[in-house]
């Protein structure tokens, strides 16, 4: 059989005719994405304003009497939830997953267009549904981002009638979501390459976004599991993890059920949930990094290696969530040492990028500071991850900011960067435009450094045993005076740098309109996606025929050629020589 | 696909012009079944940790099992054993479709298909009248963990059923409206494999279901309980 590319096919090819279609009932993946990266940088700068509302709360308490206790544990647990689920795993994959994947790979689109469309609605759908839940009576839920039974559905938590419900169904409806684009990534990346893109010819972007989506196809099912049995606990009154209890002074009907069982659940959920954002994290990074260093990423085959080991690994880590649970203590020694091993194949990716950067042409570029601005912050909140992975260092620190400034750092700030490095990187394929500057230097600054300002003073609160979710820290012996005088500070600076994303949103806006128009592949990049006839790529992305590919995605300064990167699309016969 | 080798190769070595990734999705089946795995994978997940938060809930002082001792409703199996023959004849009857497309023996392969929409149906009639039957005998969602697990695992399994009987209608009345026979006979074969997965489905939950409490102890100890 002659061979057809699967978006080459007839019935594949689906031109939108009308705005409508090209635009809202998209099914092009590039429209798609930007729906999705849209969609998941709005419901973002919610949970951005709801930080920046406990911050105020915990920086100059008795000050604002619109935060109450309630209100207070609602912020918190919209604002985890939104960043985890709604912003990062959906900008991550939806966006840049569905933007990258056909073109890096050299498809048309993905492999089920239709299903991918239905995805982003689905996900709108999700996100309406939790929003919902601000303005349904009592409110939306307080129980914490993990949604803890017994106390998430028990009168006396805020939203425990009908936030709960909302958030339960929402999550249910974002994992159809996923799945519906999950399913598409996979199938693309395994089928639609173009040809001559073997699987090790890849992108590292793509490897990320790739795993992460089997991780996230494997894990989403236990988050989905144990929202279906809450729902029945609350709904139905039936007893998964109710256990027999005394709620605002009596009994309940309840008997028998297992809290500890919907912790494991949700962790089992959880810790993939890490590696869900961080690995397409770690992939986009490598590119820049390489890109913009004018040099191939240092040990590429490790760093395939690594995403795949880390995949796996992350299955059998998720109990280090629960060394203060009641679980069996016997288990924290296993979970402990997956913990350490984990951190192997996590730290040969950063030798790897530092390696990439050594002796490197180092561009500056606003994606690459950002890029660079990671690899600190995922190594400071690595190695706090090591700290806190022992079992009789977590117990004392499990519930003090020290947690928190760690998982700010490492699963907080580092992807974050990556995004904002992403987003920059990949702004002119998207835009056919260059951002400004200026502005993305100012961004860059205030981000980084007040990151530092707003995380590493947490980590000396959690020292001092300041703990986390409490709204008000009263008059407490063991904290100093000086605490809260450092929590001021903390929330100065994560004010400030809330703020600074409006160089960010303002850059975007007027580059979108009136950035300086670039040339095609301004980064002169060799990865098939600035290879495109037409900068945007328009519909079909590669005009008549797909592009066929002869390497790998990193050809920089290749001895004896002349220029300074070699395309993947260019055969060895066609490639400059230095002294031609 | 040779993960070891395709993980193993040196990419900045190699710069000829590659192979073709795959040939045979001609007619577009390779990657629906692709995509159906991943999707049988995810599902797999989900009803496992169903069953394995099932046993641990298992050891816990109230759970009554629905089966071991003669009060219990499934003592006696015999409706969960004409239920199990009726999702067994509409996997028959689906397989029997998925031969007759192959060999392009449209008629057959829908007479065949729509013995599988019929019986399929009355699996999930049958279902629900086992809910009613349990319900009169006073055997609540909320009563005791093995009822709930019963309900929702059940319910989870024919909402799944409900979900591939759409996919087959819909593949039925495309056929009618298009007349192309290539994409009903991919339709029927993935339709094939998602009936047998959730007939040996049925079966591991017919087995929990009909476990005695001895039984769950058992399986628990297994699992280190």
Known sequence: ?580 | MNIIGTLSQKPWLDNSPGEIIDETFGNGLRPKQIALNFFLGAVTVMFSLFIVTFVARSQYPDFQALAGDVWQPFYDPMRLWVNTGLLFIGGIAIQASSYFAKKEKTKYAVIALAFALVFTLQFLVAQMMLWQHLHNLGYYVASNPANSYFYILTAIHGMHLVGGLLVLMNALLSFYRKNSFIQFSNSVRLCTRYWHYFFVVWLVLFALMTSSTETFETLAALCGY
């Not at chain 1, 915990?58 to 912003?87: C, K």
């Not at chain 1, 670039?518 to 002169?524: A, F, H, L, T």
């Not at chain 1, 990049?525 to 797909?546: F, R, V």
């Open chain 1, 1 to 580: 059989m002659s061979y057809v590319a699967i978006a080459d096919q007839v019935s594949e090819l689906h031109d939108p005719q009308s705005f409508i279609t090209k635009y809202v009932w998209s099914q092009d993946h590039k429209v798609i994405a930007i729906q999705y990266g849209t969609t998941a940088v709005l419901v973002g700068l919610v949970a951005l304003v709801l930080s920046g509302l406990m911050r105020l709360q915990l920086g100059f308490p008795d000050t604002f009497d619109f935060i109450d206790p309630n209100s207070y544990l609602q912020f918190v647990t919209m604002h985890g939830m939104i960043m985890v689920i709604y912003l990062l795993t959906a900008l991550l994959l939806g966006g840049f997953g569905n933007y990258l994947i056909p073109l890096m790979v050299g498809a048309r689109d993905m492999v089920f267009p239709f299903l991918n469309m239905l995805s982003y609605w689905s996900y709108l759908l999700s996100v309406i549904i939790l929003m919902a839940s601000f303005f349904v009576p009592g409110g939306p839920t307080g129980a914490g981002w993990t949604l803890y039974p017994p106390q998430a559905i028990l009168p006396g938590t805020p939203g425990a009638d009908w936030g709960i419900i909302l958030m339960l169904v929402s999550l249910g409806v974002f994992i159809v979501a996923f799945t519906m684009g999950g399913l598409n990534y996979v199938t693309t990346v395994l089928q639609a390459r173009a040809r001559g893109m073997t699987l090790m010819r890849m992108p590292l972007s793509i490897w990320g976004i790739f795993v992460a989506t089997i991780l996230g196809l494997l894990a989403f099912p236990a988050l989905l599991v144990s929202a279906v049995m809450m729902m029945f606990d609350k709904v139905l009154a039936t007893s998964f993890f109710m256990p027999a209890l005394v709620s605002l002074g009596e009994h309940s009907e309840t008997v028998g059920g297992s809290p500890v069982l919907f912790q494991h659940l949700f962790w089992f959920f959880g810790h993939p949930e890490v590696y869900i954002v961080a690995l397409p994290a770690f992939g986009m990074v490598s590119d820049v990094l390489s890109v913009h260093a004018r040099k191939n990423i240092f040990g590429y085959r490790m760093m395939v290696w690594a995403i795949v080991a880390i995949g796996g690994l992350s299955f059998v880590v998720w109990a280090h969530h629960m060394y203060v649970s009641g679980m069996n203590p016997t288990f924290g020694f296993f979970f402990a040492t997956t913990t350490l091993i984990i951190a192997v194949p996590t730290a040969i990716k950063v030798y790897n990028w530092v390696l990439t950067l050594w002796r490197g042409n180092i561009h500056m570029t606003i994606p690459m500071i950002f890029a660079i601005g990671f690899i600190f912050t995922f190594t400071h909140g690595g190695l706090t991850g090591l700290f806190l992975g022992n079992v009789v260092i977590d117990l004392p620190l499990s519930d003090t900011y020290f947690v928190v400034a760690h998982f700010h750092m490492v699963m907080g700030v580092s992807p974050i960067l990556v995004l904002f490095a992403a987003i920059y990187h990949w702004f002119p394929l998207a835009s056919g435009r260059m951002f400004n500057e200026r502005l993305g230097q100012l961004h860059f600054w205030f981000t980084f450094l007040g990151t530092y300002a707003v995380y590493l003073p947490m980590h000396y609160l959690g020292f001092l045993g300041v703990p986390r979710r409490y709204f008000a820290m009263g008059n407490t012996d063991f904290i100093p005076e000086s605490a809260q005088t450092l929590n001021s500070g903390i929330t100065v600076a994560a004010l400030i740098v809330g703020l600074a994303q409006i160089f960010f949103i303002v850059n975007i806006i007027i580059s979108i309109r009136g950035g300086r128009k670039c040339d095609k592949n301004p980064w002169n990049a060799a990865s098939l996606e600035w290879l495109t006839p037409d900068m945007p790529p328009h519909h079909g992305n590669w005009g008549k025929t797909l592009p066929e590919v002869h390497r790998w995605a990193y050809d920089y300064s290749v001895p004896g050629a002349k220029d300074d990167f070699i395309p993947q699309t260019t055969p060895e016969s066609e490639v400059v020589k230095e002294n031609t």
